[in-house]
């Protein structure tokens, strides 16, 4: 097999169990009323830290995103901003990777802080002003992202990092 034809099956292998992750993880969050609403923290979200081991993060939080909201019974709105969403915080944390680990979450909680609020208000018609959903979205972001993405880094950081080297992932 040619390297570039590995390298493409290793992308789309590691995208697809990404996605399959943020799907389960976003399953578990939401039996306990976590996945969605004006509080919520998604598991799932500490999945943003892969972006700092491979661009397949990318595609993988913005399909495990779209799969994960249309099997939890989300509007076609959040479905659709939901998932941009993810794919912004995922790819702006591919972009800041080289600069620090610290920043890697910080996209993810930005883009939904700013965006799902809005989802929040006008597709599920929640009767918060903006502002308090931008404190409640961000808050629960940086804990599943920031708090649970750091304890997910230092976690798998060795034995990940050794084996996205060796493209054995």
């Keep these: 097999m040619k390297s570039t034809t590995k390298k493409s099956v290793l992308f789309v292998t590691q995208a697809a169990v990404?996605?399959?992750?943020?799907?389960?993880?976003?399953?578990?969050?939401?039996?306990?009323?976590?996945?969605s609403g004006v509080i919520q923290v998604r598991i799932s979200e500490a999945l943003c830290m892969?972006?700092?081991?491979?661009?397949?993060?990318?595609?993988?939080?913005?399909?495990?995103?779209?799969?994960?909201?249309?099997?939890?019974?989300?509007?076609?709105?959040?479905?659709?901003?939901?998932?941009?969403?993810?794919?912004?915080?995922?790819?702006?944390?591919?972009?800041?990777?080289?600069?620090?680990?610290?920043?890697?979450p910080i996209p993810t909680v930005l883009a939904n802080a700013l965006i799902v609020p809005f989802v929040l208000?006008?597709?599920?018609?929640?009767?918060?002003?903006?502002?308090?959903?931008?404190?409640?979205?961000?808050?629960?972001?940086l804990i599943a992202a920031y708090l649970l993405g750091m304890v997910f880094y230092f976690a798998v950081r060795k034995p990940l990092g050794n084996a996205i080297q060796q493209h054995h992932f």
């Design 18 to 35: 990404i996605a399959a992750l943020y799907v389960v993880l976003t399953h578990l969050s939401n039996l306990v009323g976590l996945a």
């Design 50 to 104: 892969l972006s700092f081991f491979t661009p397949a993060a990318i595609p993988g939080m913005t399909i495990g995103c779209f799969l994960a909201n249309l099997t939890t019974g989300c509007v076609w709105t959040d479905i659709l901003f939901g998932t941009l969403a993810s794919f912004l915080g995922a790819l702006g944390g591919w972009l800041l990777r080289k600069i620090s680990v610290w920043l890697v």
């Design 121 to 141: 208000i006008h597709a599920y018609h929640v009767e918060d002003a903006w502002w308090f959903c931008f404190l409640t979205v961000g808050a629960g972001e």
